[in-house]
């Protein structure tokens, strides 16, 4: 099997070759200076000629933030950019893995959201997100959709090493508490896809690691994990403006994983001991 990895240069994409690489799966990972994946005629020529079997899709536009006011790029990446490569899956017969979002959902509630429950994005990320997943659905048949959440890994910027620069800096830090979901380890997740990515399971999943979690409550597990006397403040979202709303609610089920005989991912605290680890060196 031969398999093209596309945001190679981000967390997720990172860890999903070095996965592929330690079972001897032919891959290659694949930027920005590869391809456009927002130029549809360059992205299917580059796809068509590797020719690969599969396509994981991990390249995205990720600055939530930035993106209320970036609404055409965003959308050129999350959207279109998904779109050309279906189009080049569909063209090679190929399996296609497009990973998505929490921000999908509405985020209200405190059920997990299934992978049937109704989507109702709240920011531009969100929307263009679930965008992409309509593209993948519309061109191609042999598709898996895995949405995930609150991503930290050792390729790039996340939540854990800024609360561990900040643990530095600061005796206390005000951190929201009421929204909730599940932190998700790169390595955990390139696991589980490419363990899905090898099976004919087609359909959306959630992947992320299990237990659930306030942003406050992860913060205070950094710090108490990594050694900071840094003392955690839980303020709600009302004191923390941002440009881009969040949701409340990014709990999800794992049912769907049950069902497909797939196994789910370790805890997210047992997780962040391992990324500890791994910063550590």
Same mark, same amino acid.
């Given at each position: 099997?031969?398999?093209?990895?596309?945001?190679?240069?981000?967390?997720?994409?990172? #860890?999903?070759?070095?996965?592929?690489?330690?079972?001897?799966?032919?891959?290659?990972?694949?930027?920005?200076?590869?391809?456009?994946?927002?130029?549809?005629?360059?992205?299917?020529?580059?796809?068509?000629?590797?020719?690969? #079997?599969?396509?994981?899709?991990?390249?995205?536009?990720?600055?939530? *933030?930035?993106?209320?006011? #970036?609404?055409?790029?965003?959308?050129?990446?999350?959207?279109?950019?998904?779109?050309?490569?279906?189009?080049?899956?569909?063209?090679?017969?190929?399996?296609?893995?497009?990973?998505?979002? #929490?921000?999908?959902?509405?985020?209200?509630?405190?059920?997990?959201?299934?992978?049937?429950?109704?989507?109702?994005?709240?920011?531009?990320?969100?929307?263009?997100?679930?965008?992409?997943?309509?593209?993948?659905?519309?061109?191609?048949?042999?598709?898996?959709?895995?949405?995930?959440?609150?991503?930290?890994?050792?390729?790039?910027?996340?939540?854990?090493?800024?609360?561990?620069?900040?643990? *530095?800096?600061?005796?206390?830090?005000?951190?929201?508490?009421?929204?909730?979901?599940?932190?998700?380890?790169?390595?955990?997740?390139?696991?589980?896809?490419?363990?899905?990515?090898?099976?004919?399971?087609?359909?959306?999943?959630?992947?992320?690691?299990?237990?659930?979690?306030?942003?406050?409550?992860?913060?205070?597990?950094?710090?108490? $994990?990594?050694?900071?006397?840094?003392?955690?403040?839980?303020?709600?979202?009302?004191?923390?403006?941002?440009?881009?709303?969040?949701?409340?609610?990014?709990? $999800?089920?794992?049912?769907?994983?049950?069902?497909?005989?797939?196994?789910?991912?370790?805890?997210?605290? *047992?997780?962040?001991?391992?990324? $500890?680890?791994?910063?550590?060196?």
């Amino acid at each position: 099997m031969k398999i093209l990895v596309t945001g190679y240069n981000g967390q997720l994409g990172y #860890d999903v070759v070095k996965e592929l690489n330690s079972r001897s799966v032919e891959c290659r990972g694949v930027d920005r200076e590869d391809f456009d994946i927002t130029d549809r005629d360059e992205t299917v020529g580059y796809i068509c000629d590797y020719a690969p #079997d599969a396509v994981i899709h991990c390249a995205a536009y990720t600055a939530v *933030d930035r993106a209320e006011d #970036d609404e055409e790029n965003c959308r050129k990446v999350n959207a279109d950019g998904t779109e050309n490569i279906a189009v080049a899956c569909e063209k090679l017969r190929a399996k296609m893995l497009y990973v998505s979002t #929490d921000y999908v959902y509405g985020g209200d509630g405190e059920a997990p959201f299934e992978t049937d429950s109704p989507t109702n994005p709240k920011n531009v990320y969100g929307v263009t997100k679930l965008e992409g997943e309509k593209a993948v659905m519309k061109y191609i048949d042999k598709f898996f959709i895995v949405r995930t959440s609150w991503v930290f890994g050792i390729n790039g910027n996340n939540f854990v090493k800024t609360m561990l620069r900040l643990g *530095d800096e600061k005796e206390n830090l005000n951190v929201v508490c009421d929204q909730v979901g599940s932190p998700t380890y790169t390595p955990d997740l390139a696991r589980l896809i490419c363990d899905l990515i090898v099976t004919e399971k087609y359909g959306i999943y959630h992947g992320t690691n299990e237990n659930f979690c306030s942003w406050a409550e992860f913060a205070a597990e950094i710090m108490k $994990l990594g050694g900071k006397k840094t003392v955690i403040n839980p303020v709600p979202s009302s004191e923390y403006p941002t440009k881009a709303e969040r949701p409340h609610n990014s709990r $999800l089920s794992k049912k769907c994983l049950d069902e497909a005989g797939i196994k789910r991912l370790p805890t997210w605290q *047992d997780a962040l001991k391992r990324f $500890l680890k791994e910063m550590s060196g």
